[in-house]
């Protein structure tokens, strides 16, 4: 099951949350190849400092067993920014992704 955990300083509507929940969903499961009926997509509010600095950013969180390579990884974060940026604003400075392809017997 492919998890995309989203961490951002953005206060979001109901209606927007649900909206971009759908939006990384489909994302990750075109990206990554497997079907959106076993990808997980989570939005939290948290507190970022990045570079020193306040402000609106965002951490993504994408795990996955097996569908995660050098250009998955490049694809899925130009995707995931551009969708960050047209919905929140975020600039894509302001966005940190990490990947971790997890072994199966790690994963439940």
């Known amino acids: 099951m492919p998890l995309l955990?989203?961490?951002?300083?953005v206060v979001l509507s109901d209606e927007k949350r649900k909206t971009l929940l759908a939006a990384l969903s489909k994302t990750i499961a075109a990206c990554i190849g497997k079907p959106e009926a076993y990808i997980m997509v989570t939005c939290s509010h948290?507190?970022?400092l990045m570079a020193g600095?306040?402000?609106?950013?965002?951490?993504?969180?994408?795990?996955?067993?097996?569908?995660?390579?050098?250009?998955?990884?490049?694809k899925l974060a130009r995707q995931v920014c551009q969708l960050l940026q047209d919905s929140l604003g975020l600039a894509p400075e302001?966005?940190?992704?990490?990947?971790?392809?997890?072994?199966?017997?790690?994963?439940?």
Do not use: P
């Open 5 to 9: 955990k989203l961490e951002t300083t």
């Open 46 to 48: 948290a507190d970022i």
């Open 53 to 74: 600095k306040g402000g609106e950013a965002a951490f993504v969180d994408v795990r996955s067993i097996g569908g995660l390579n050098g250009e998955v990884n490049r």
């Open 94 to 108: 302001r966005v940190y992704l990490n990947f971790t392809d997890l072994k199966a017997a790690n994963w439940g």
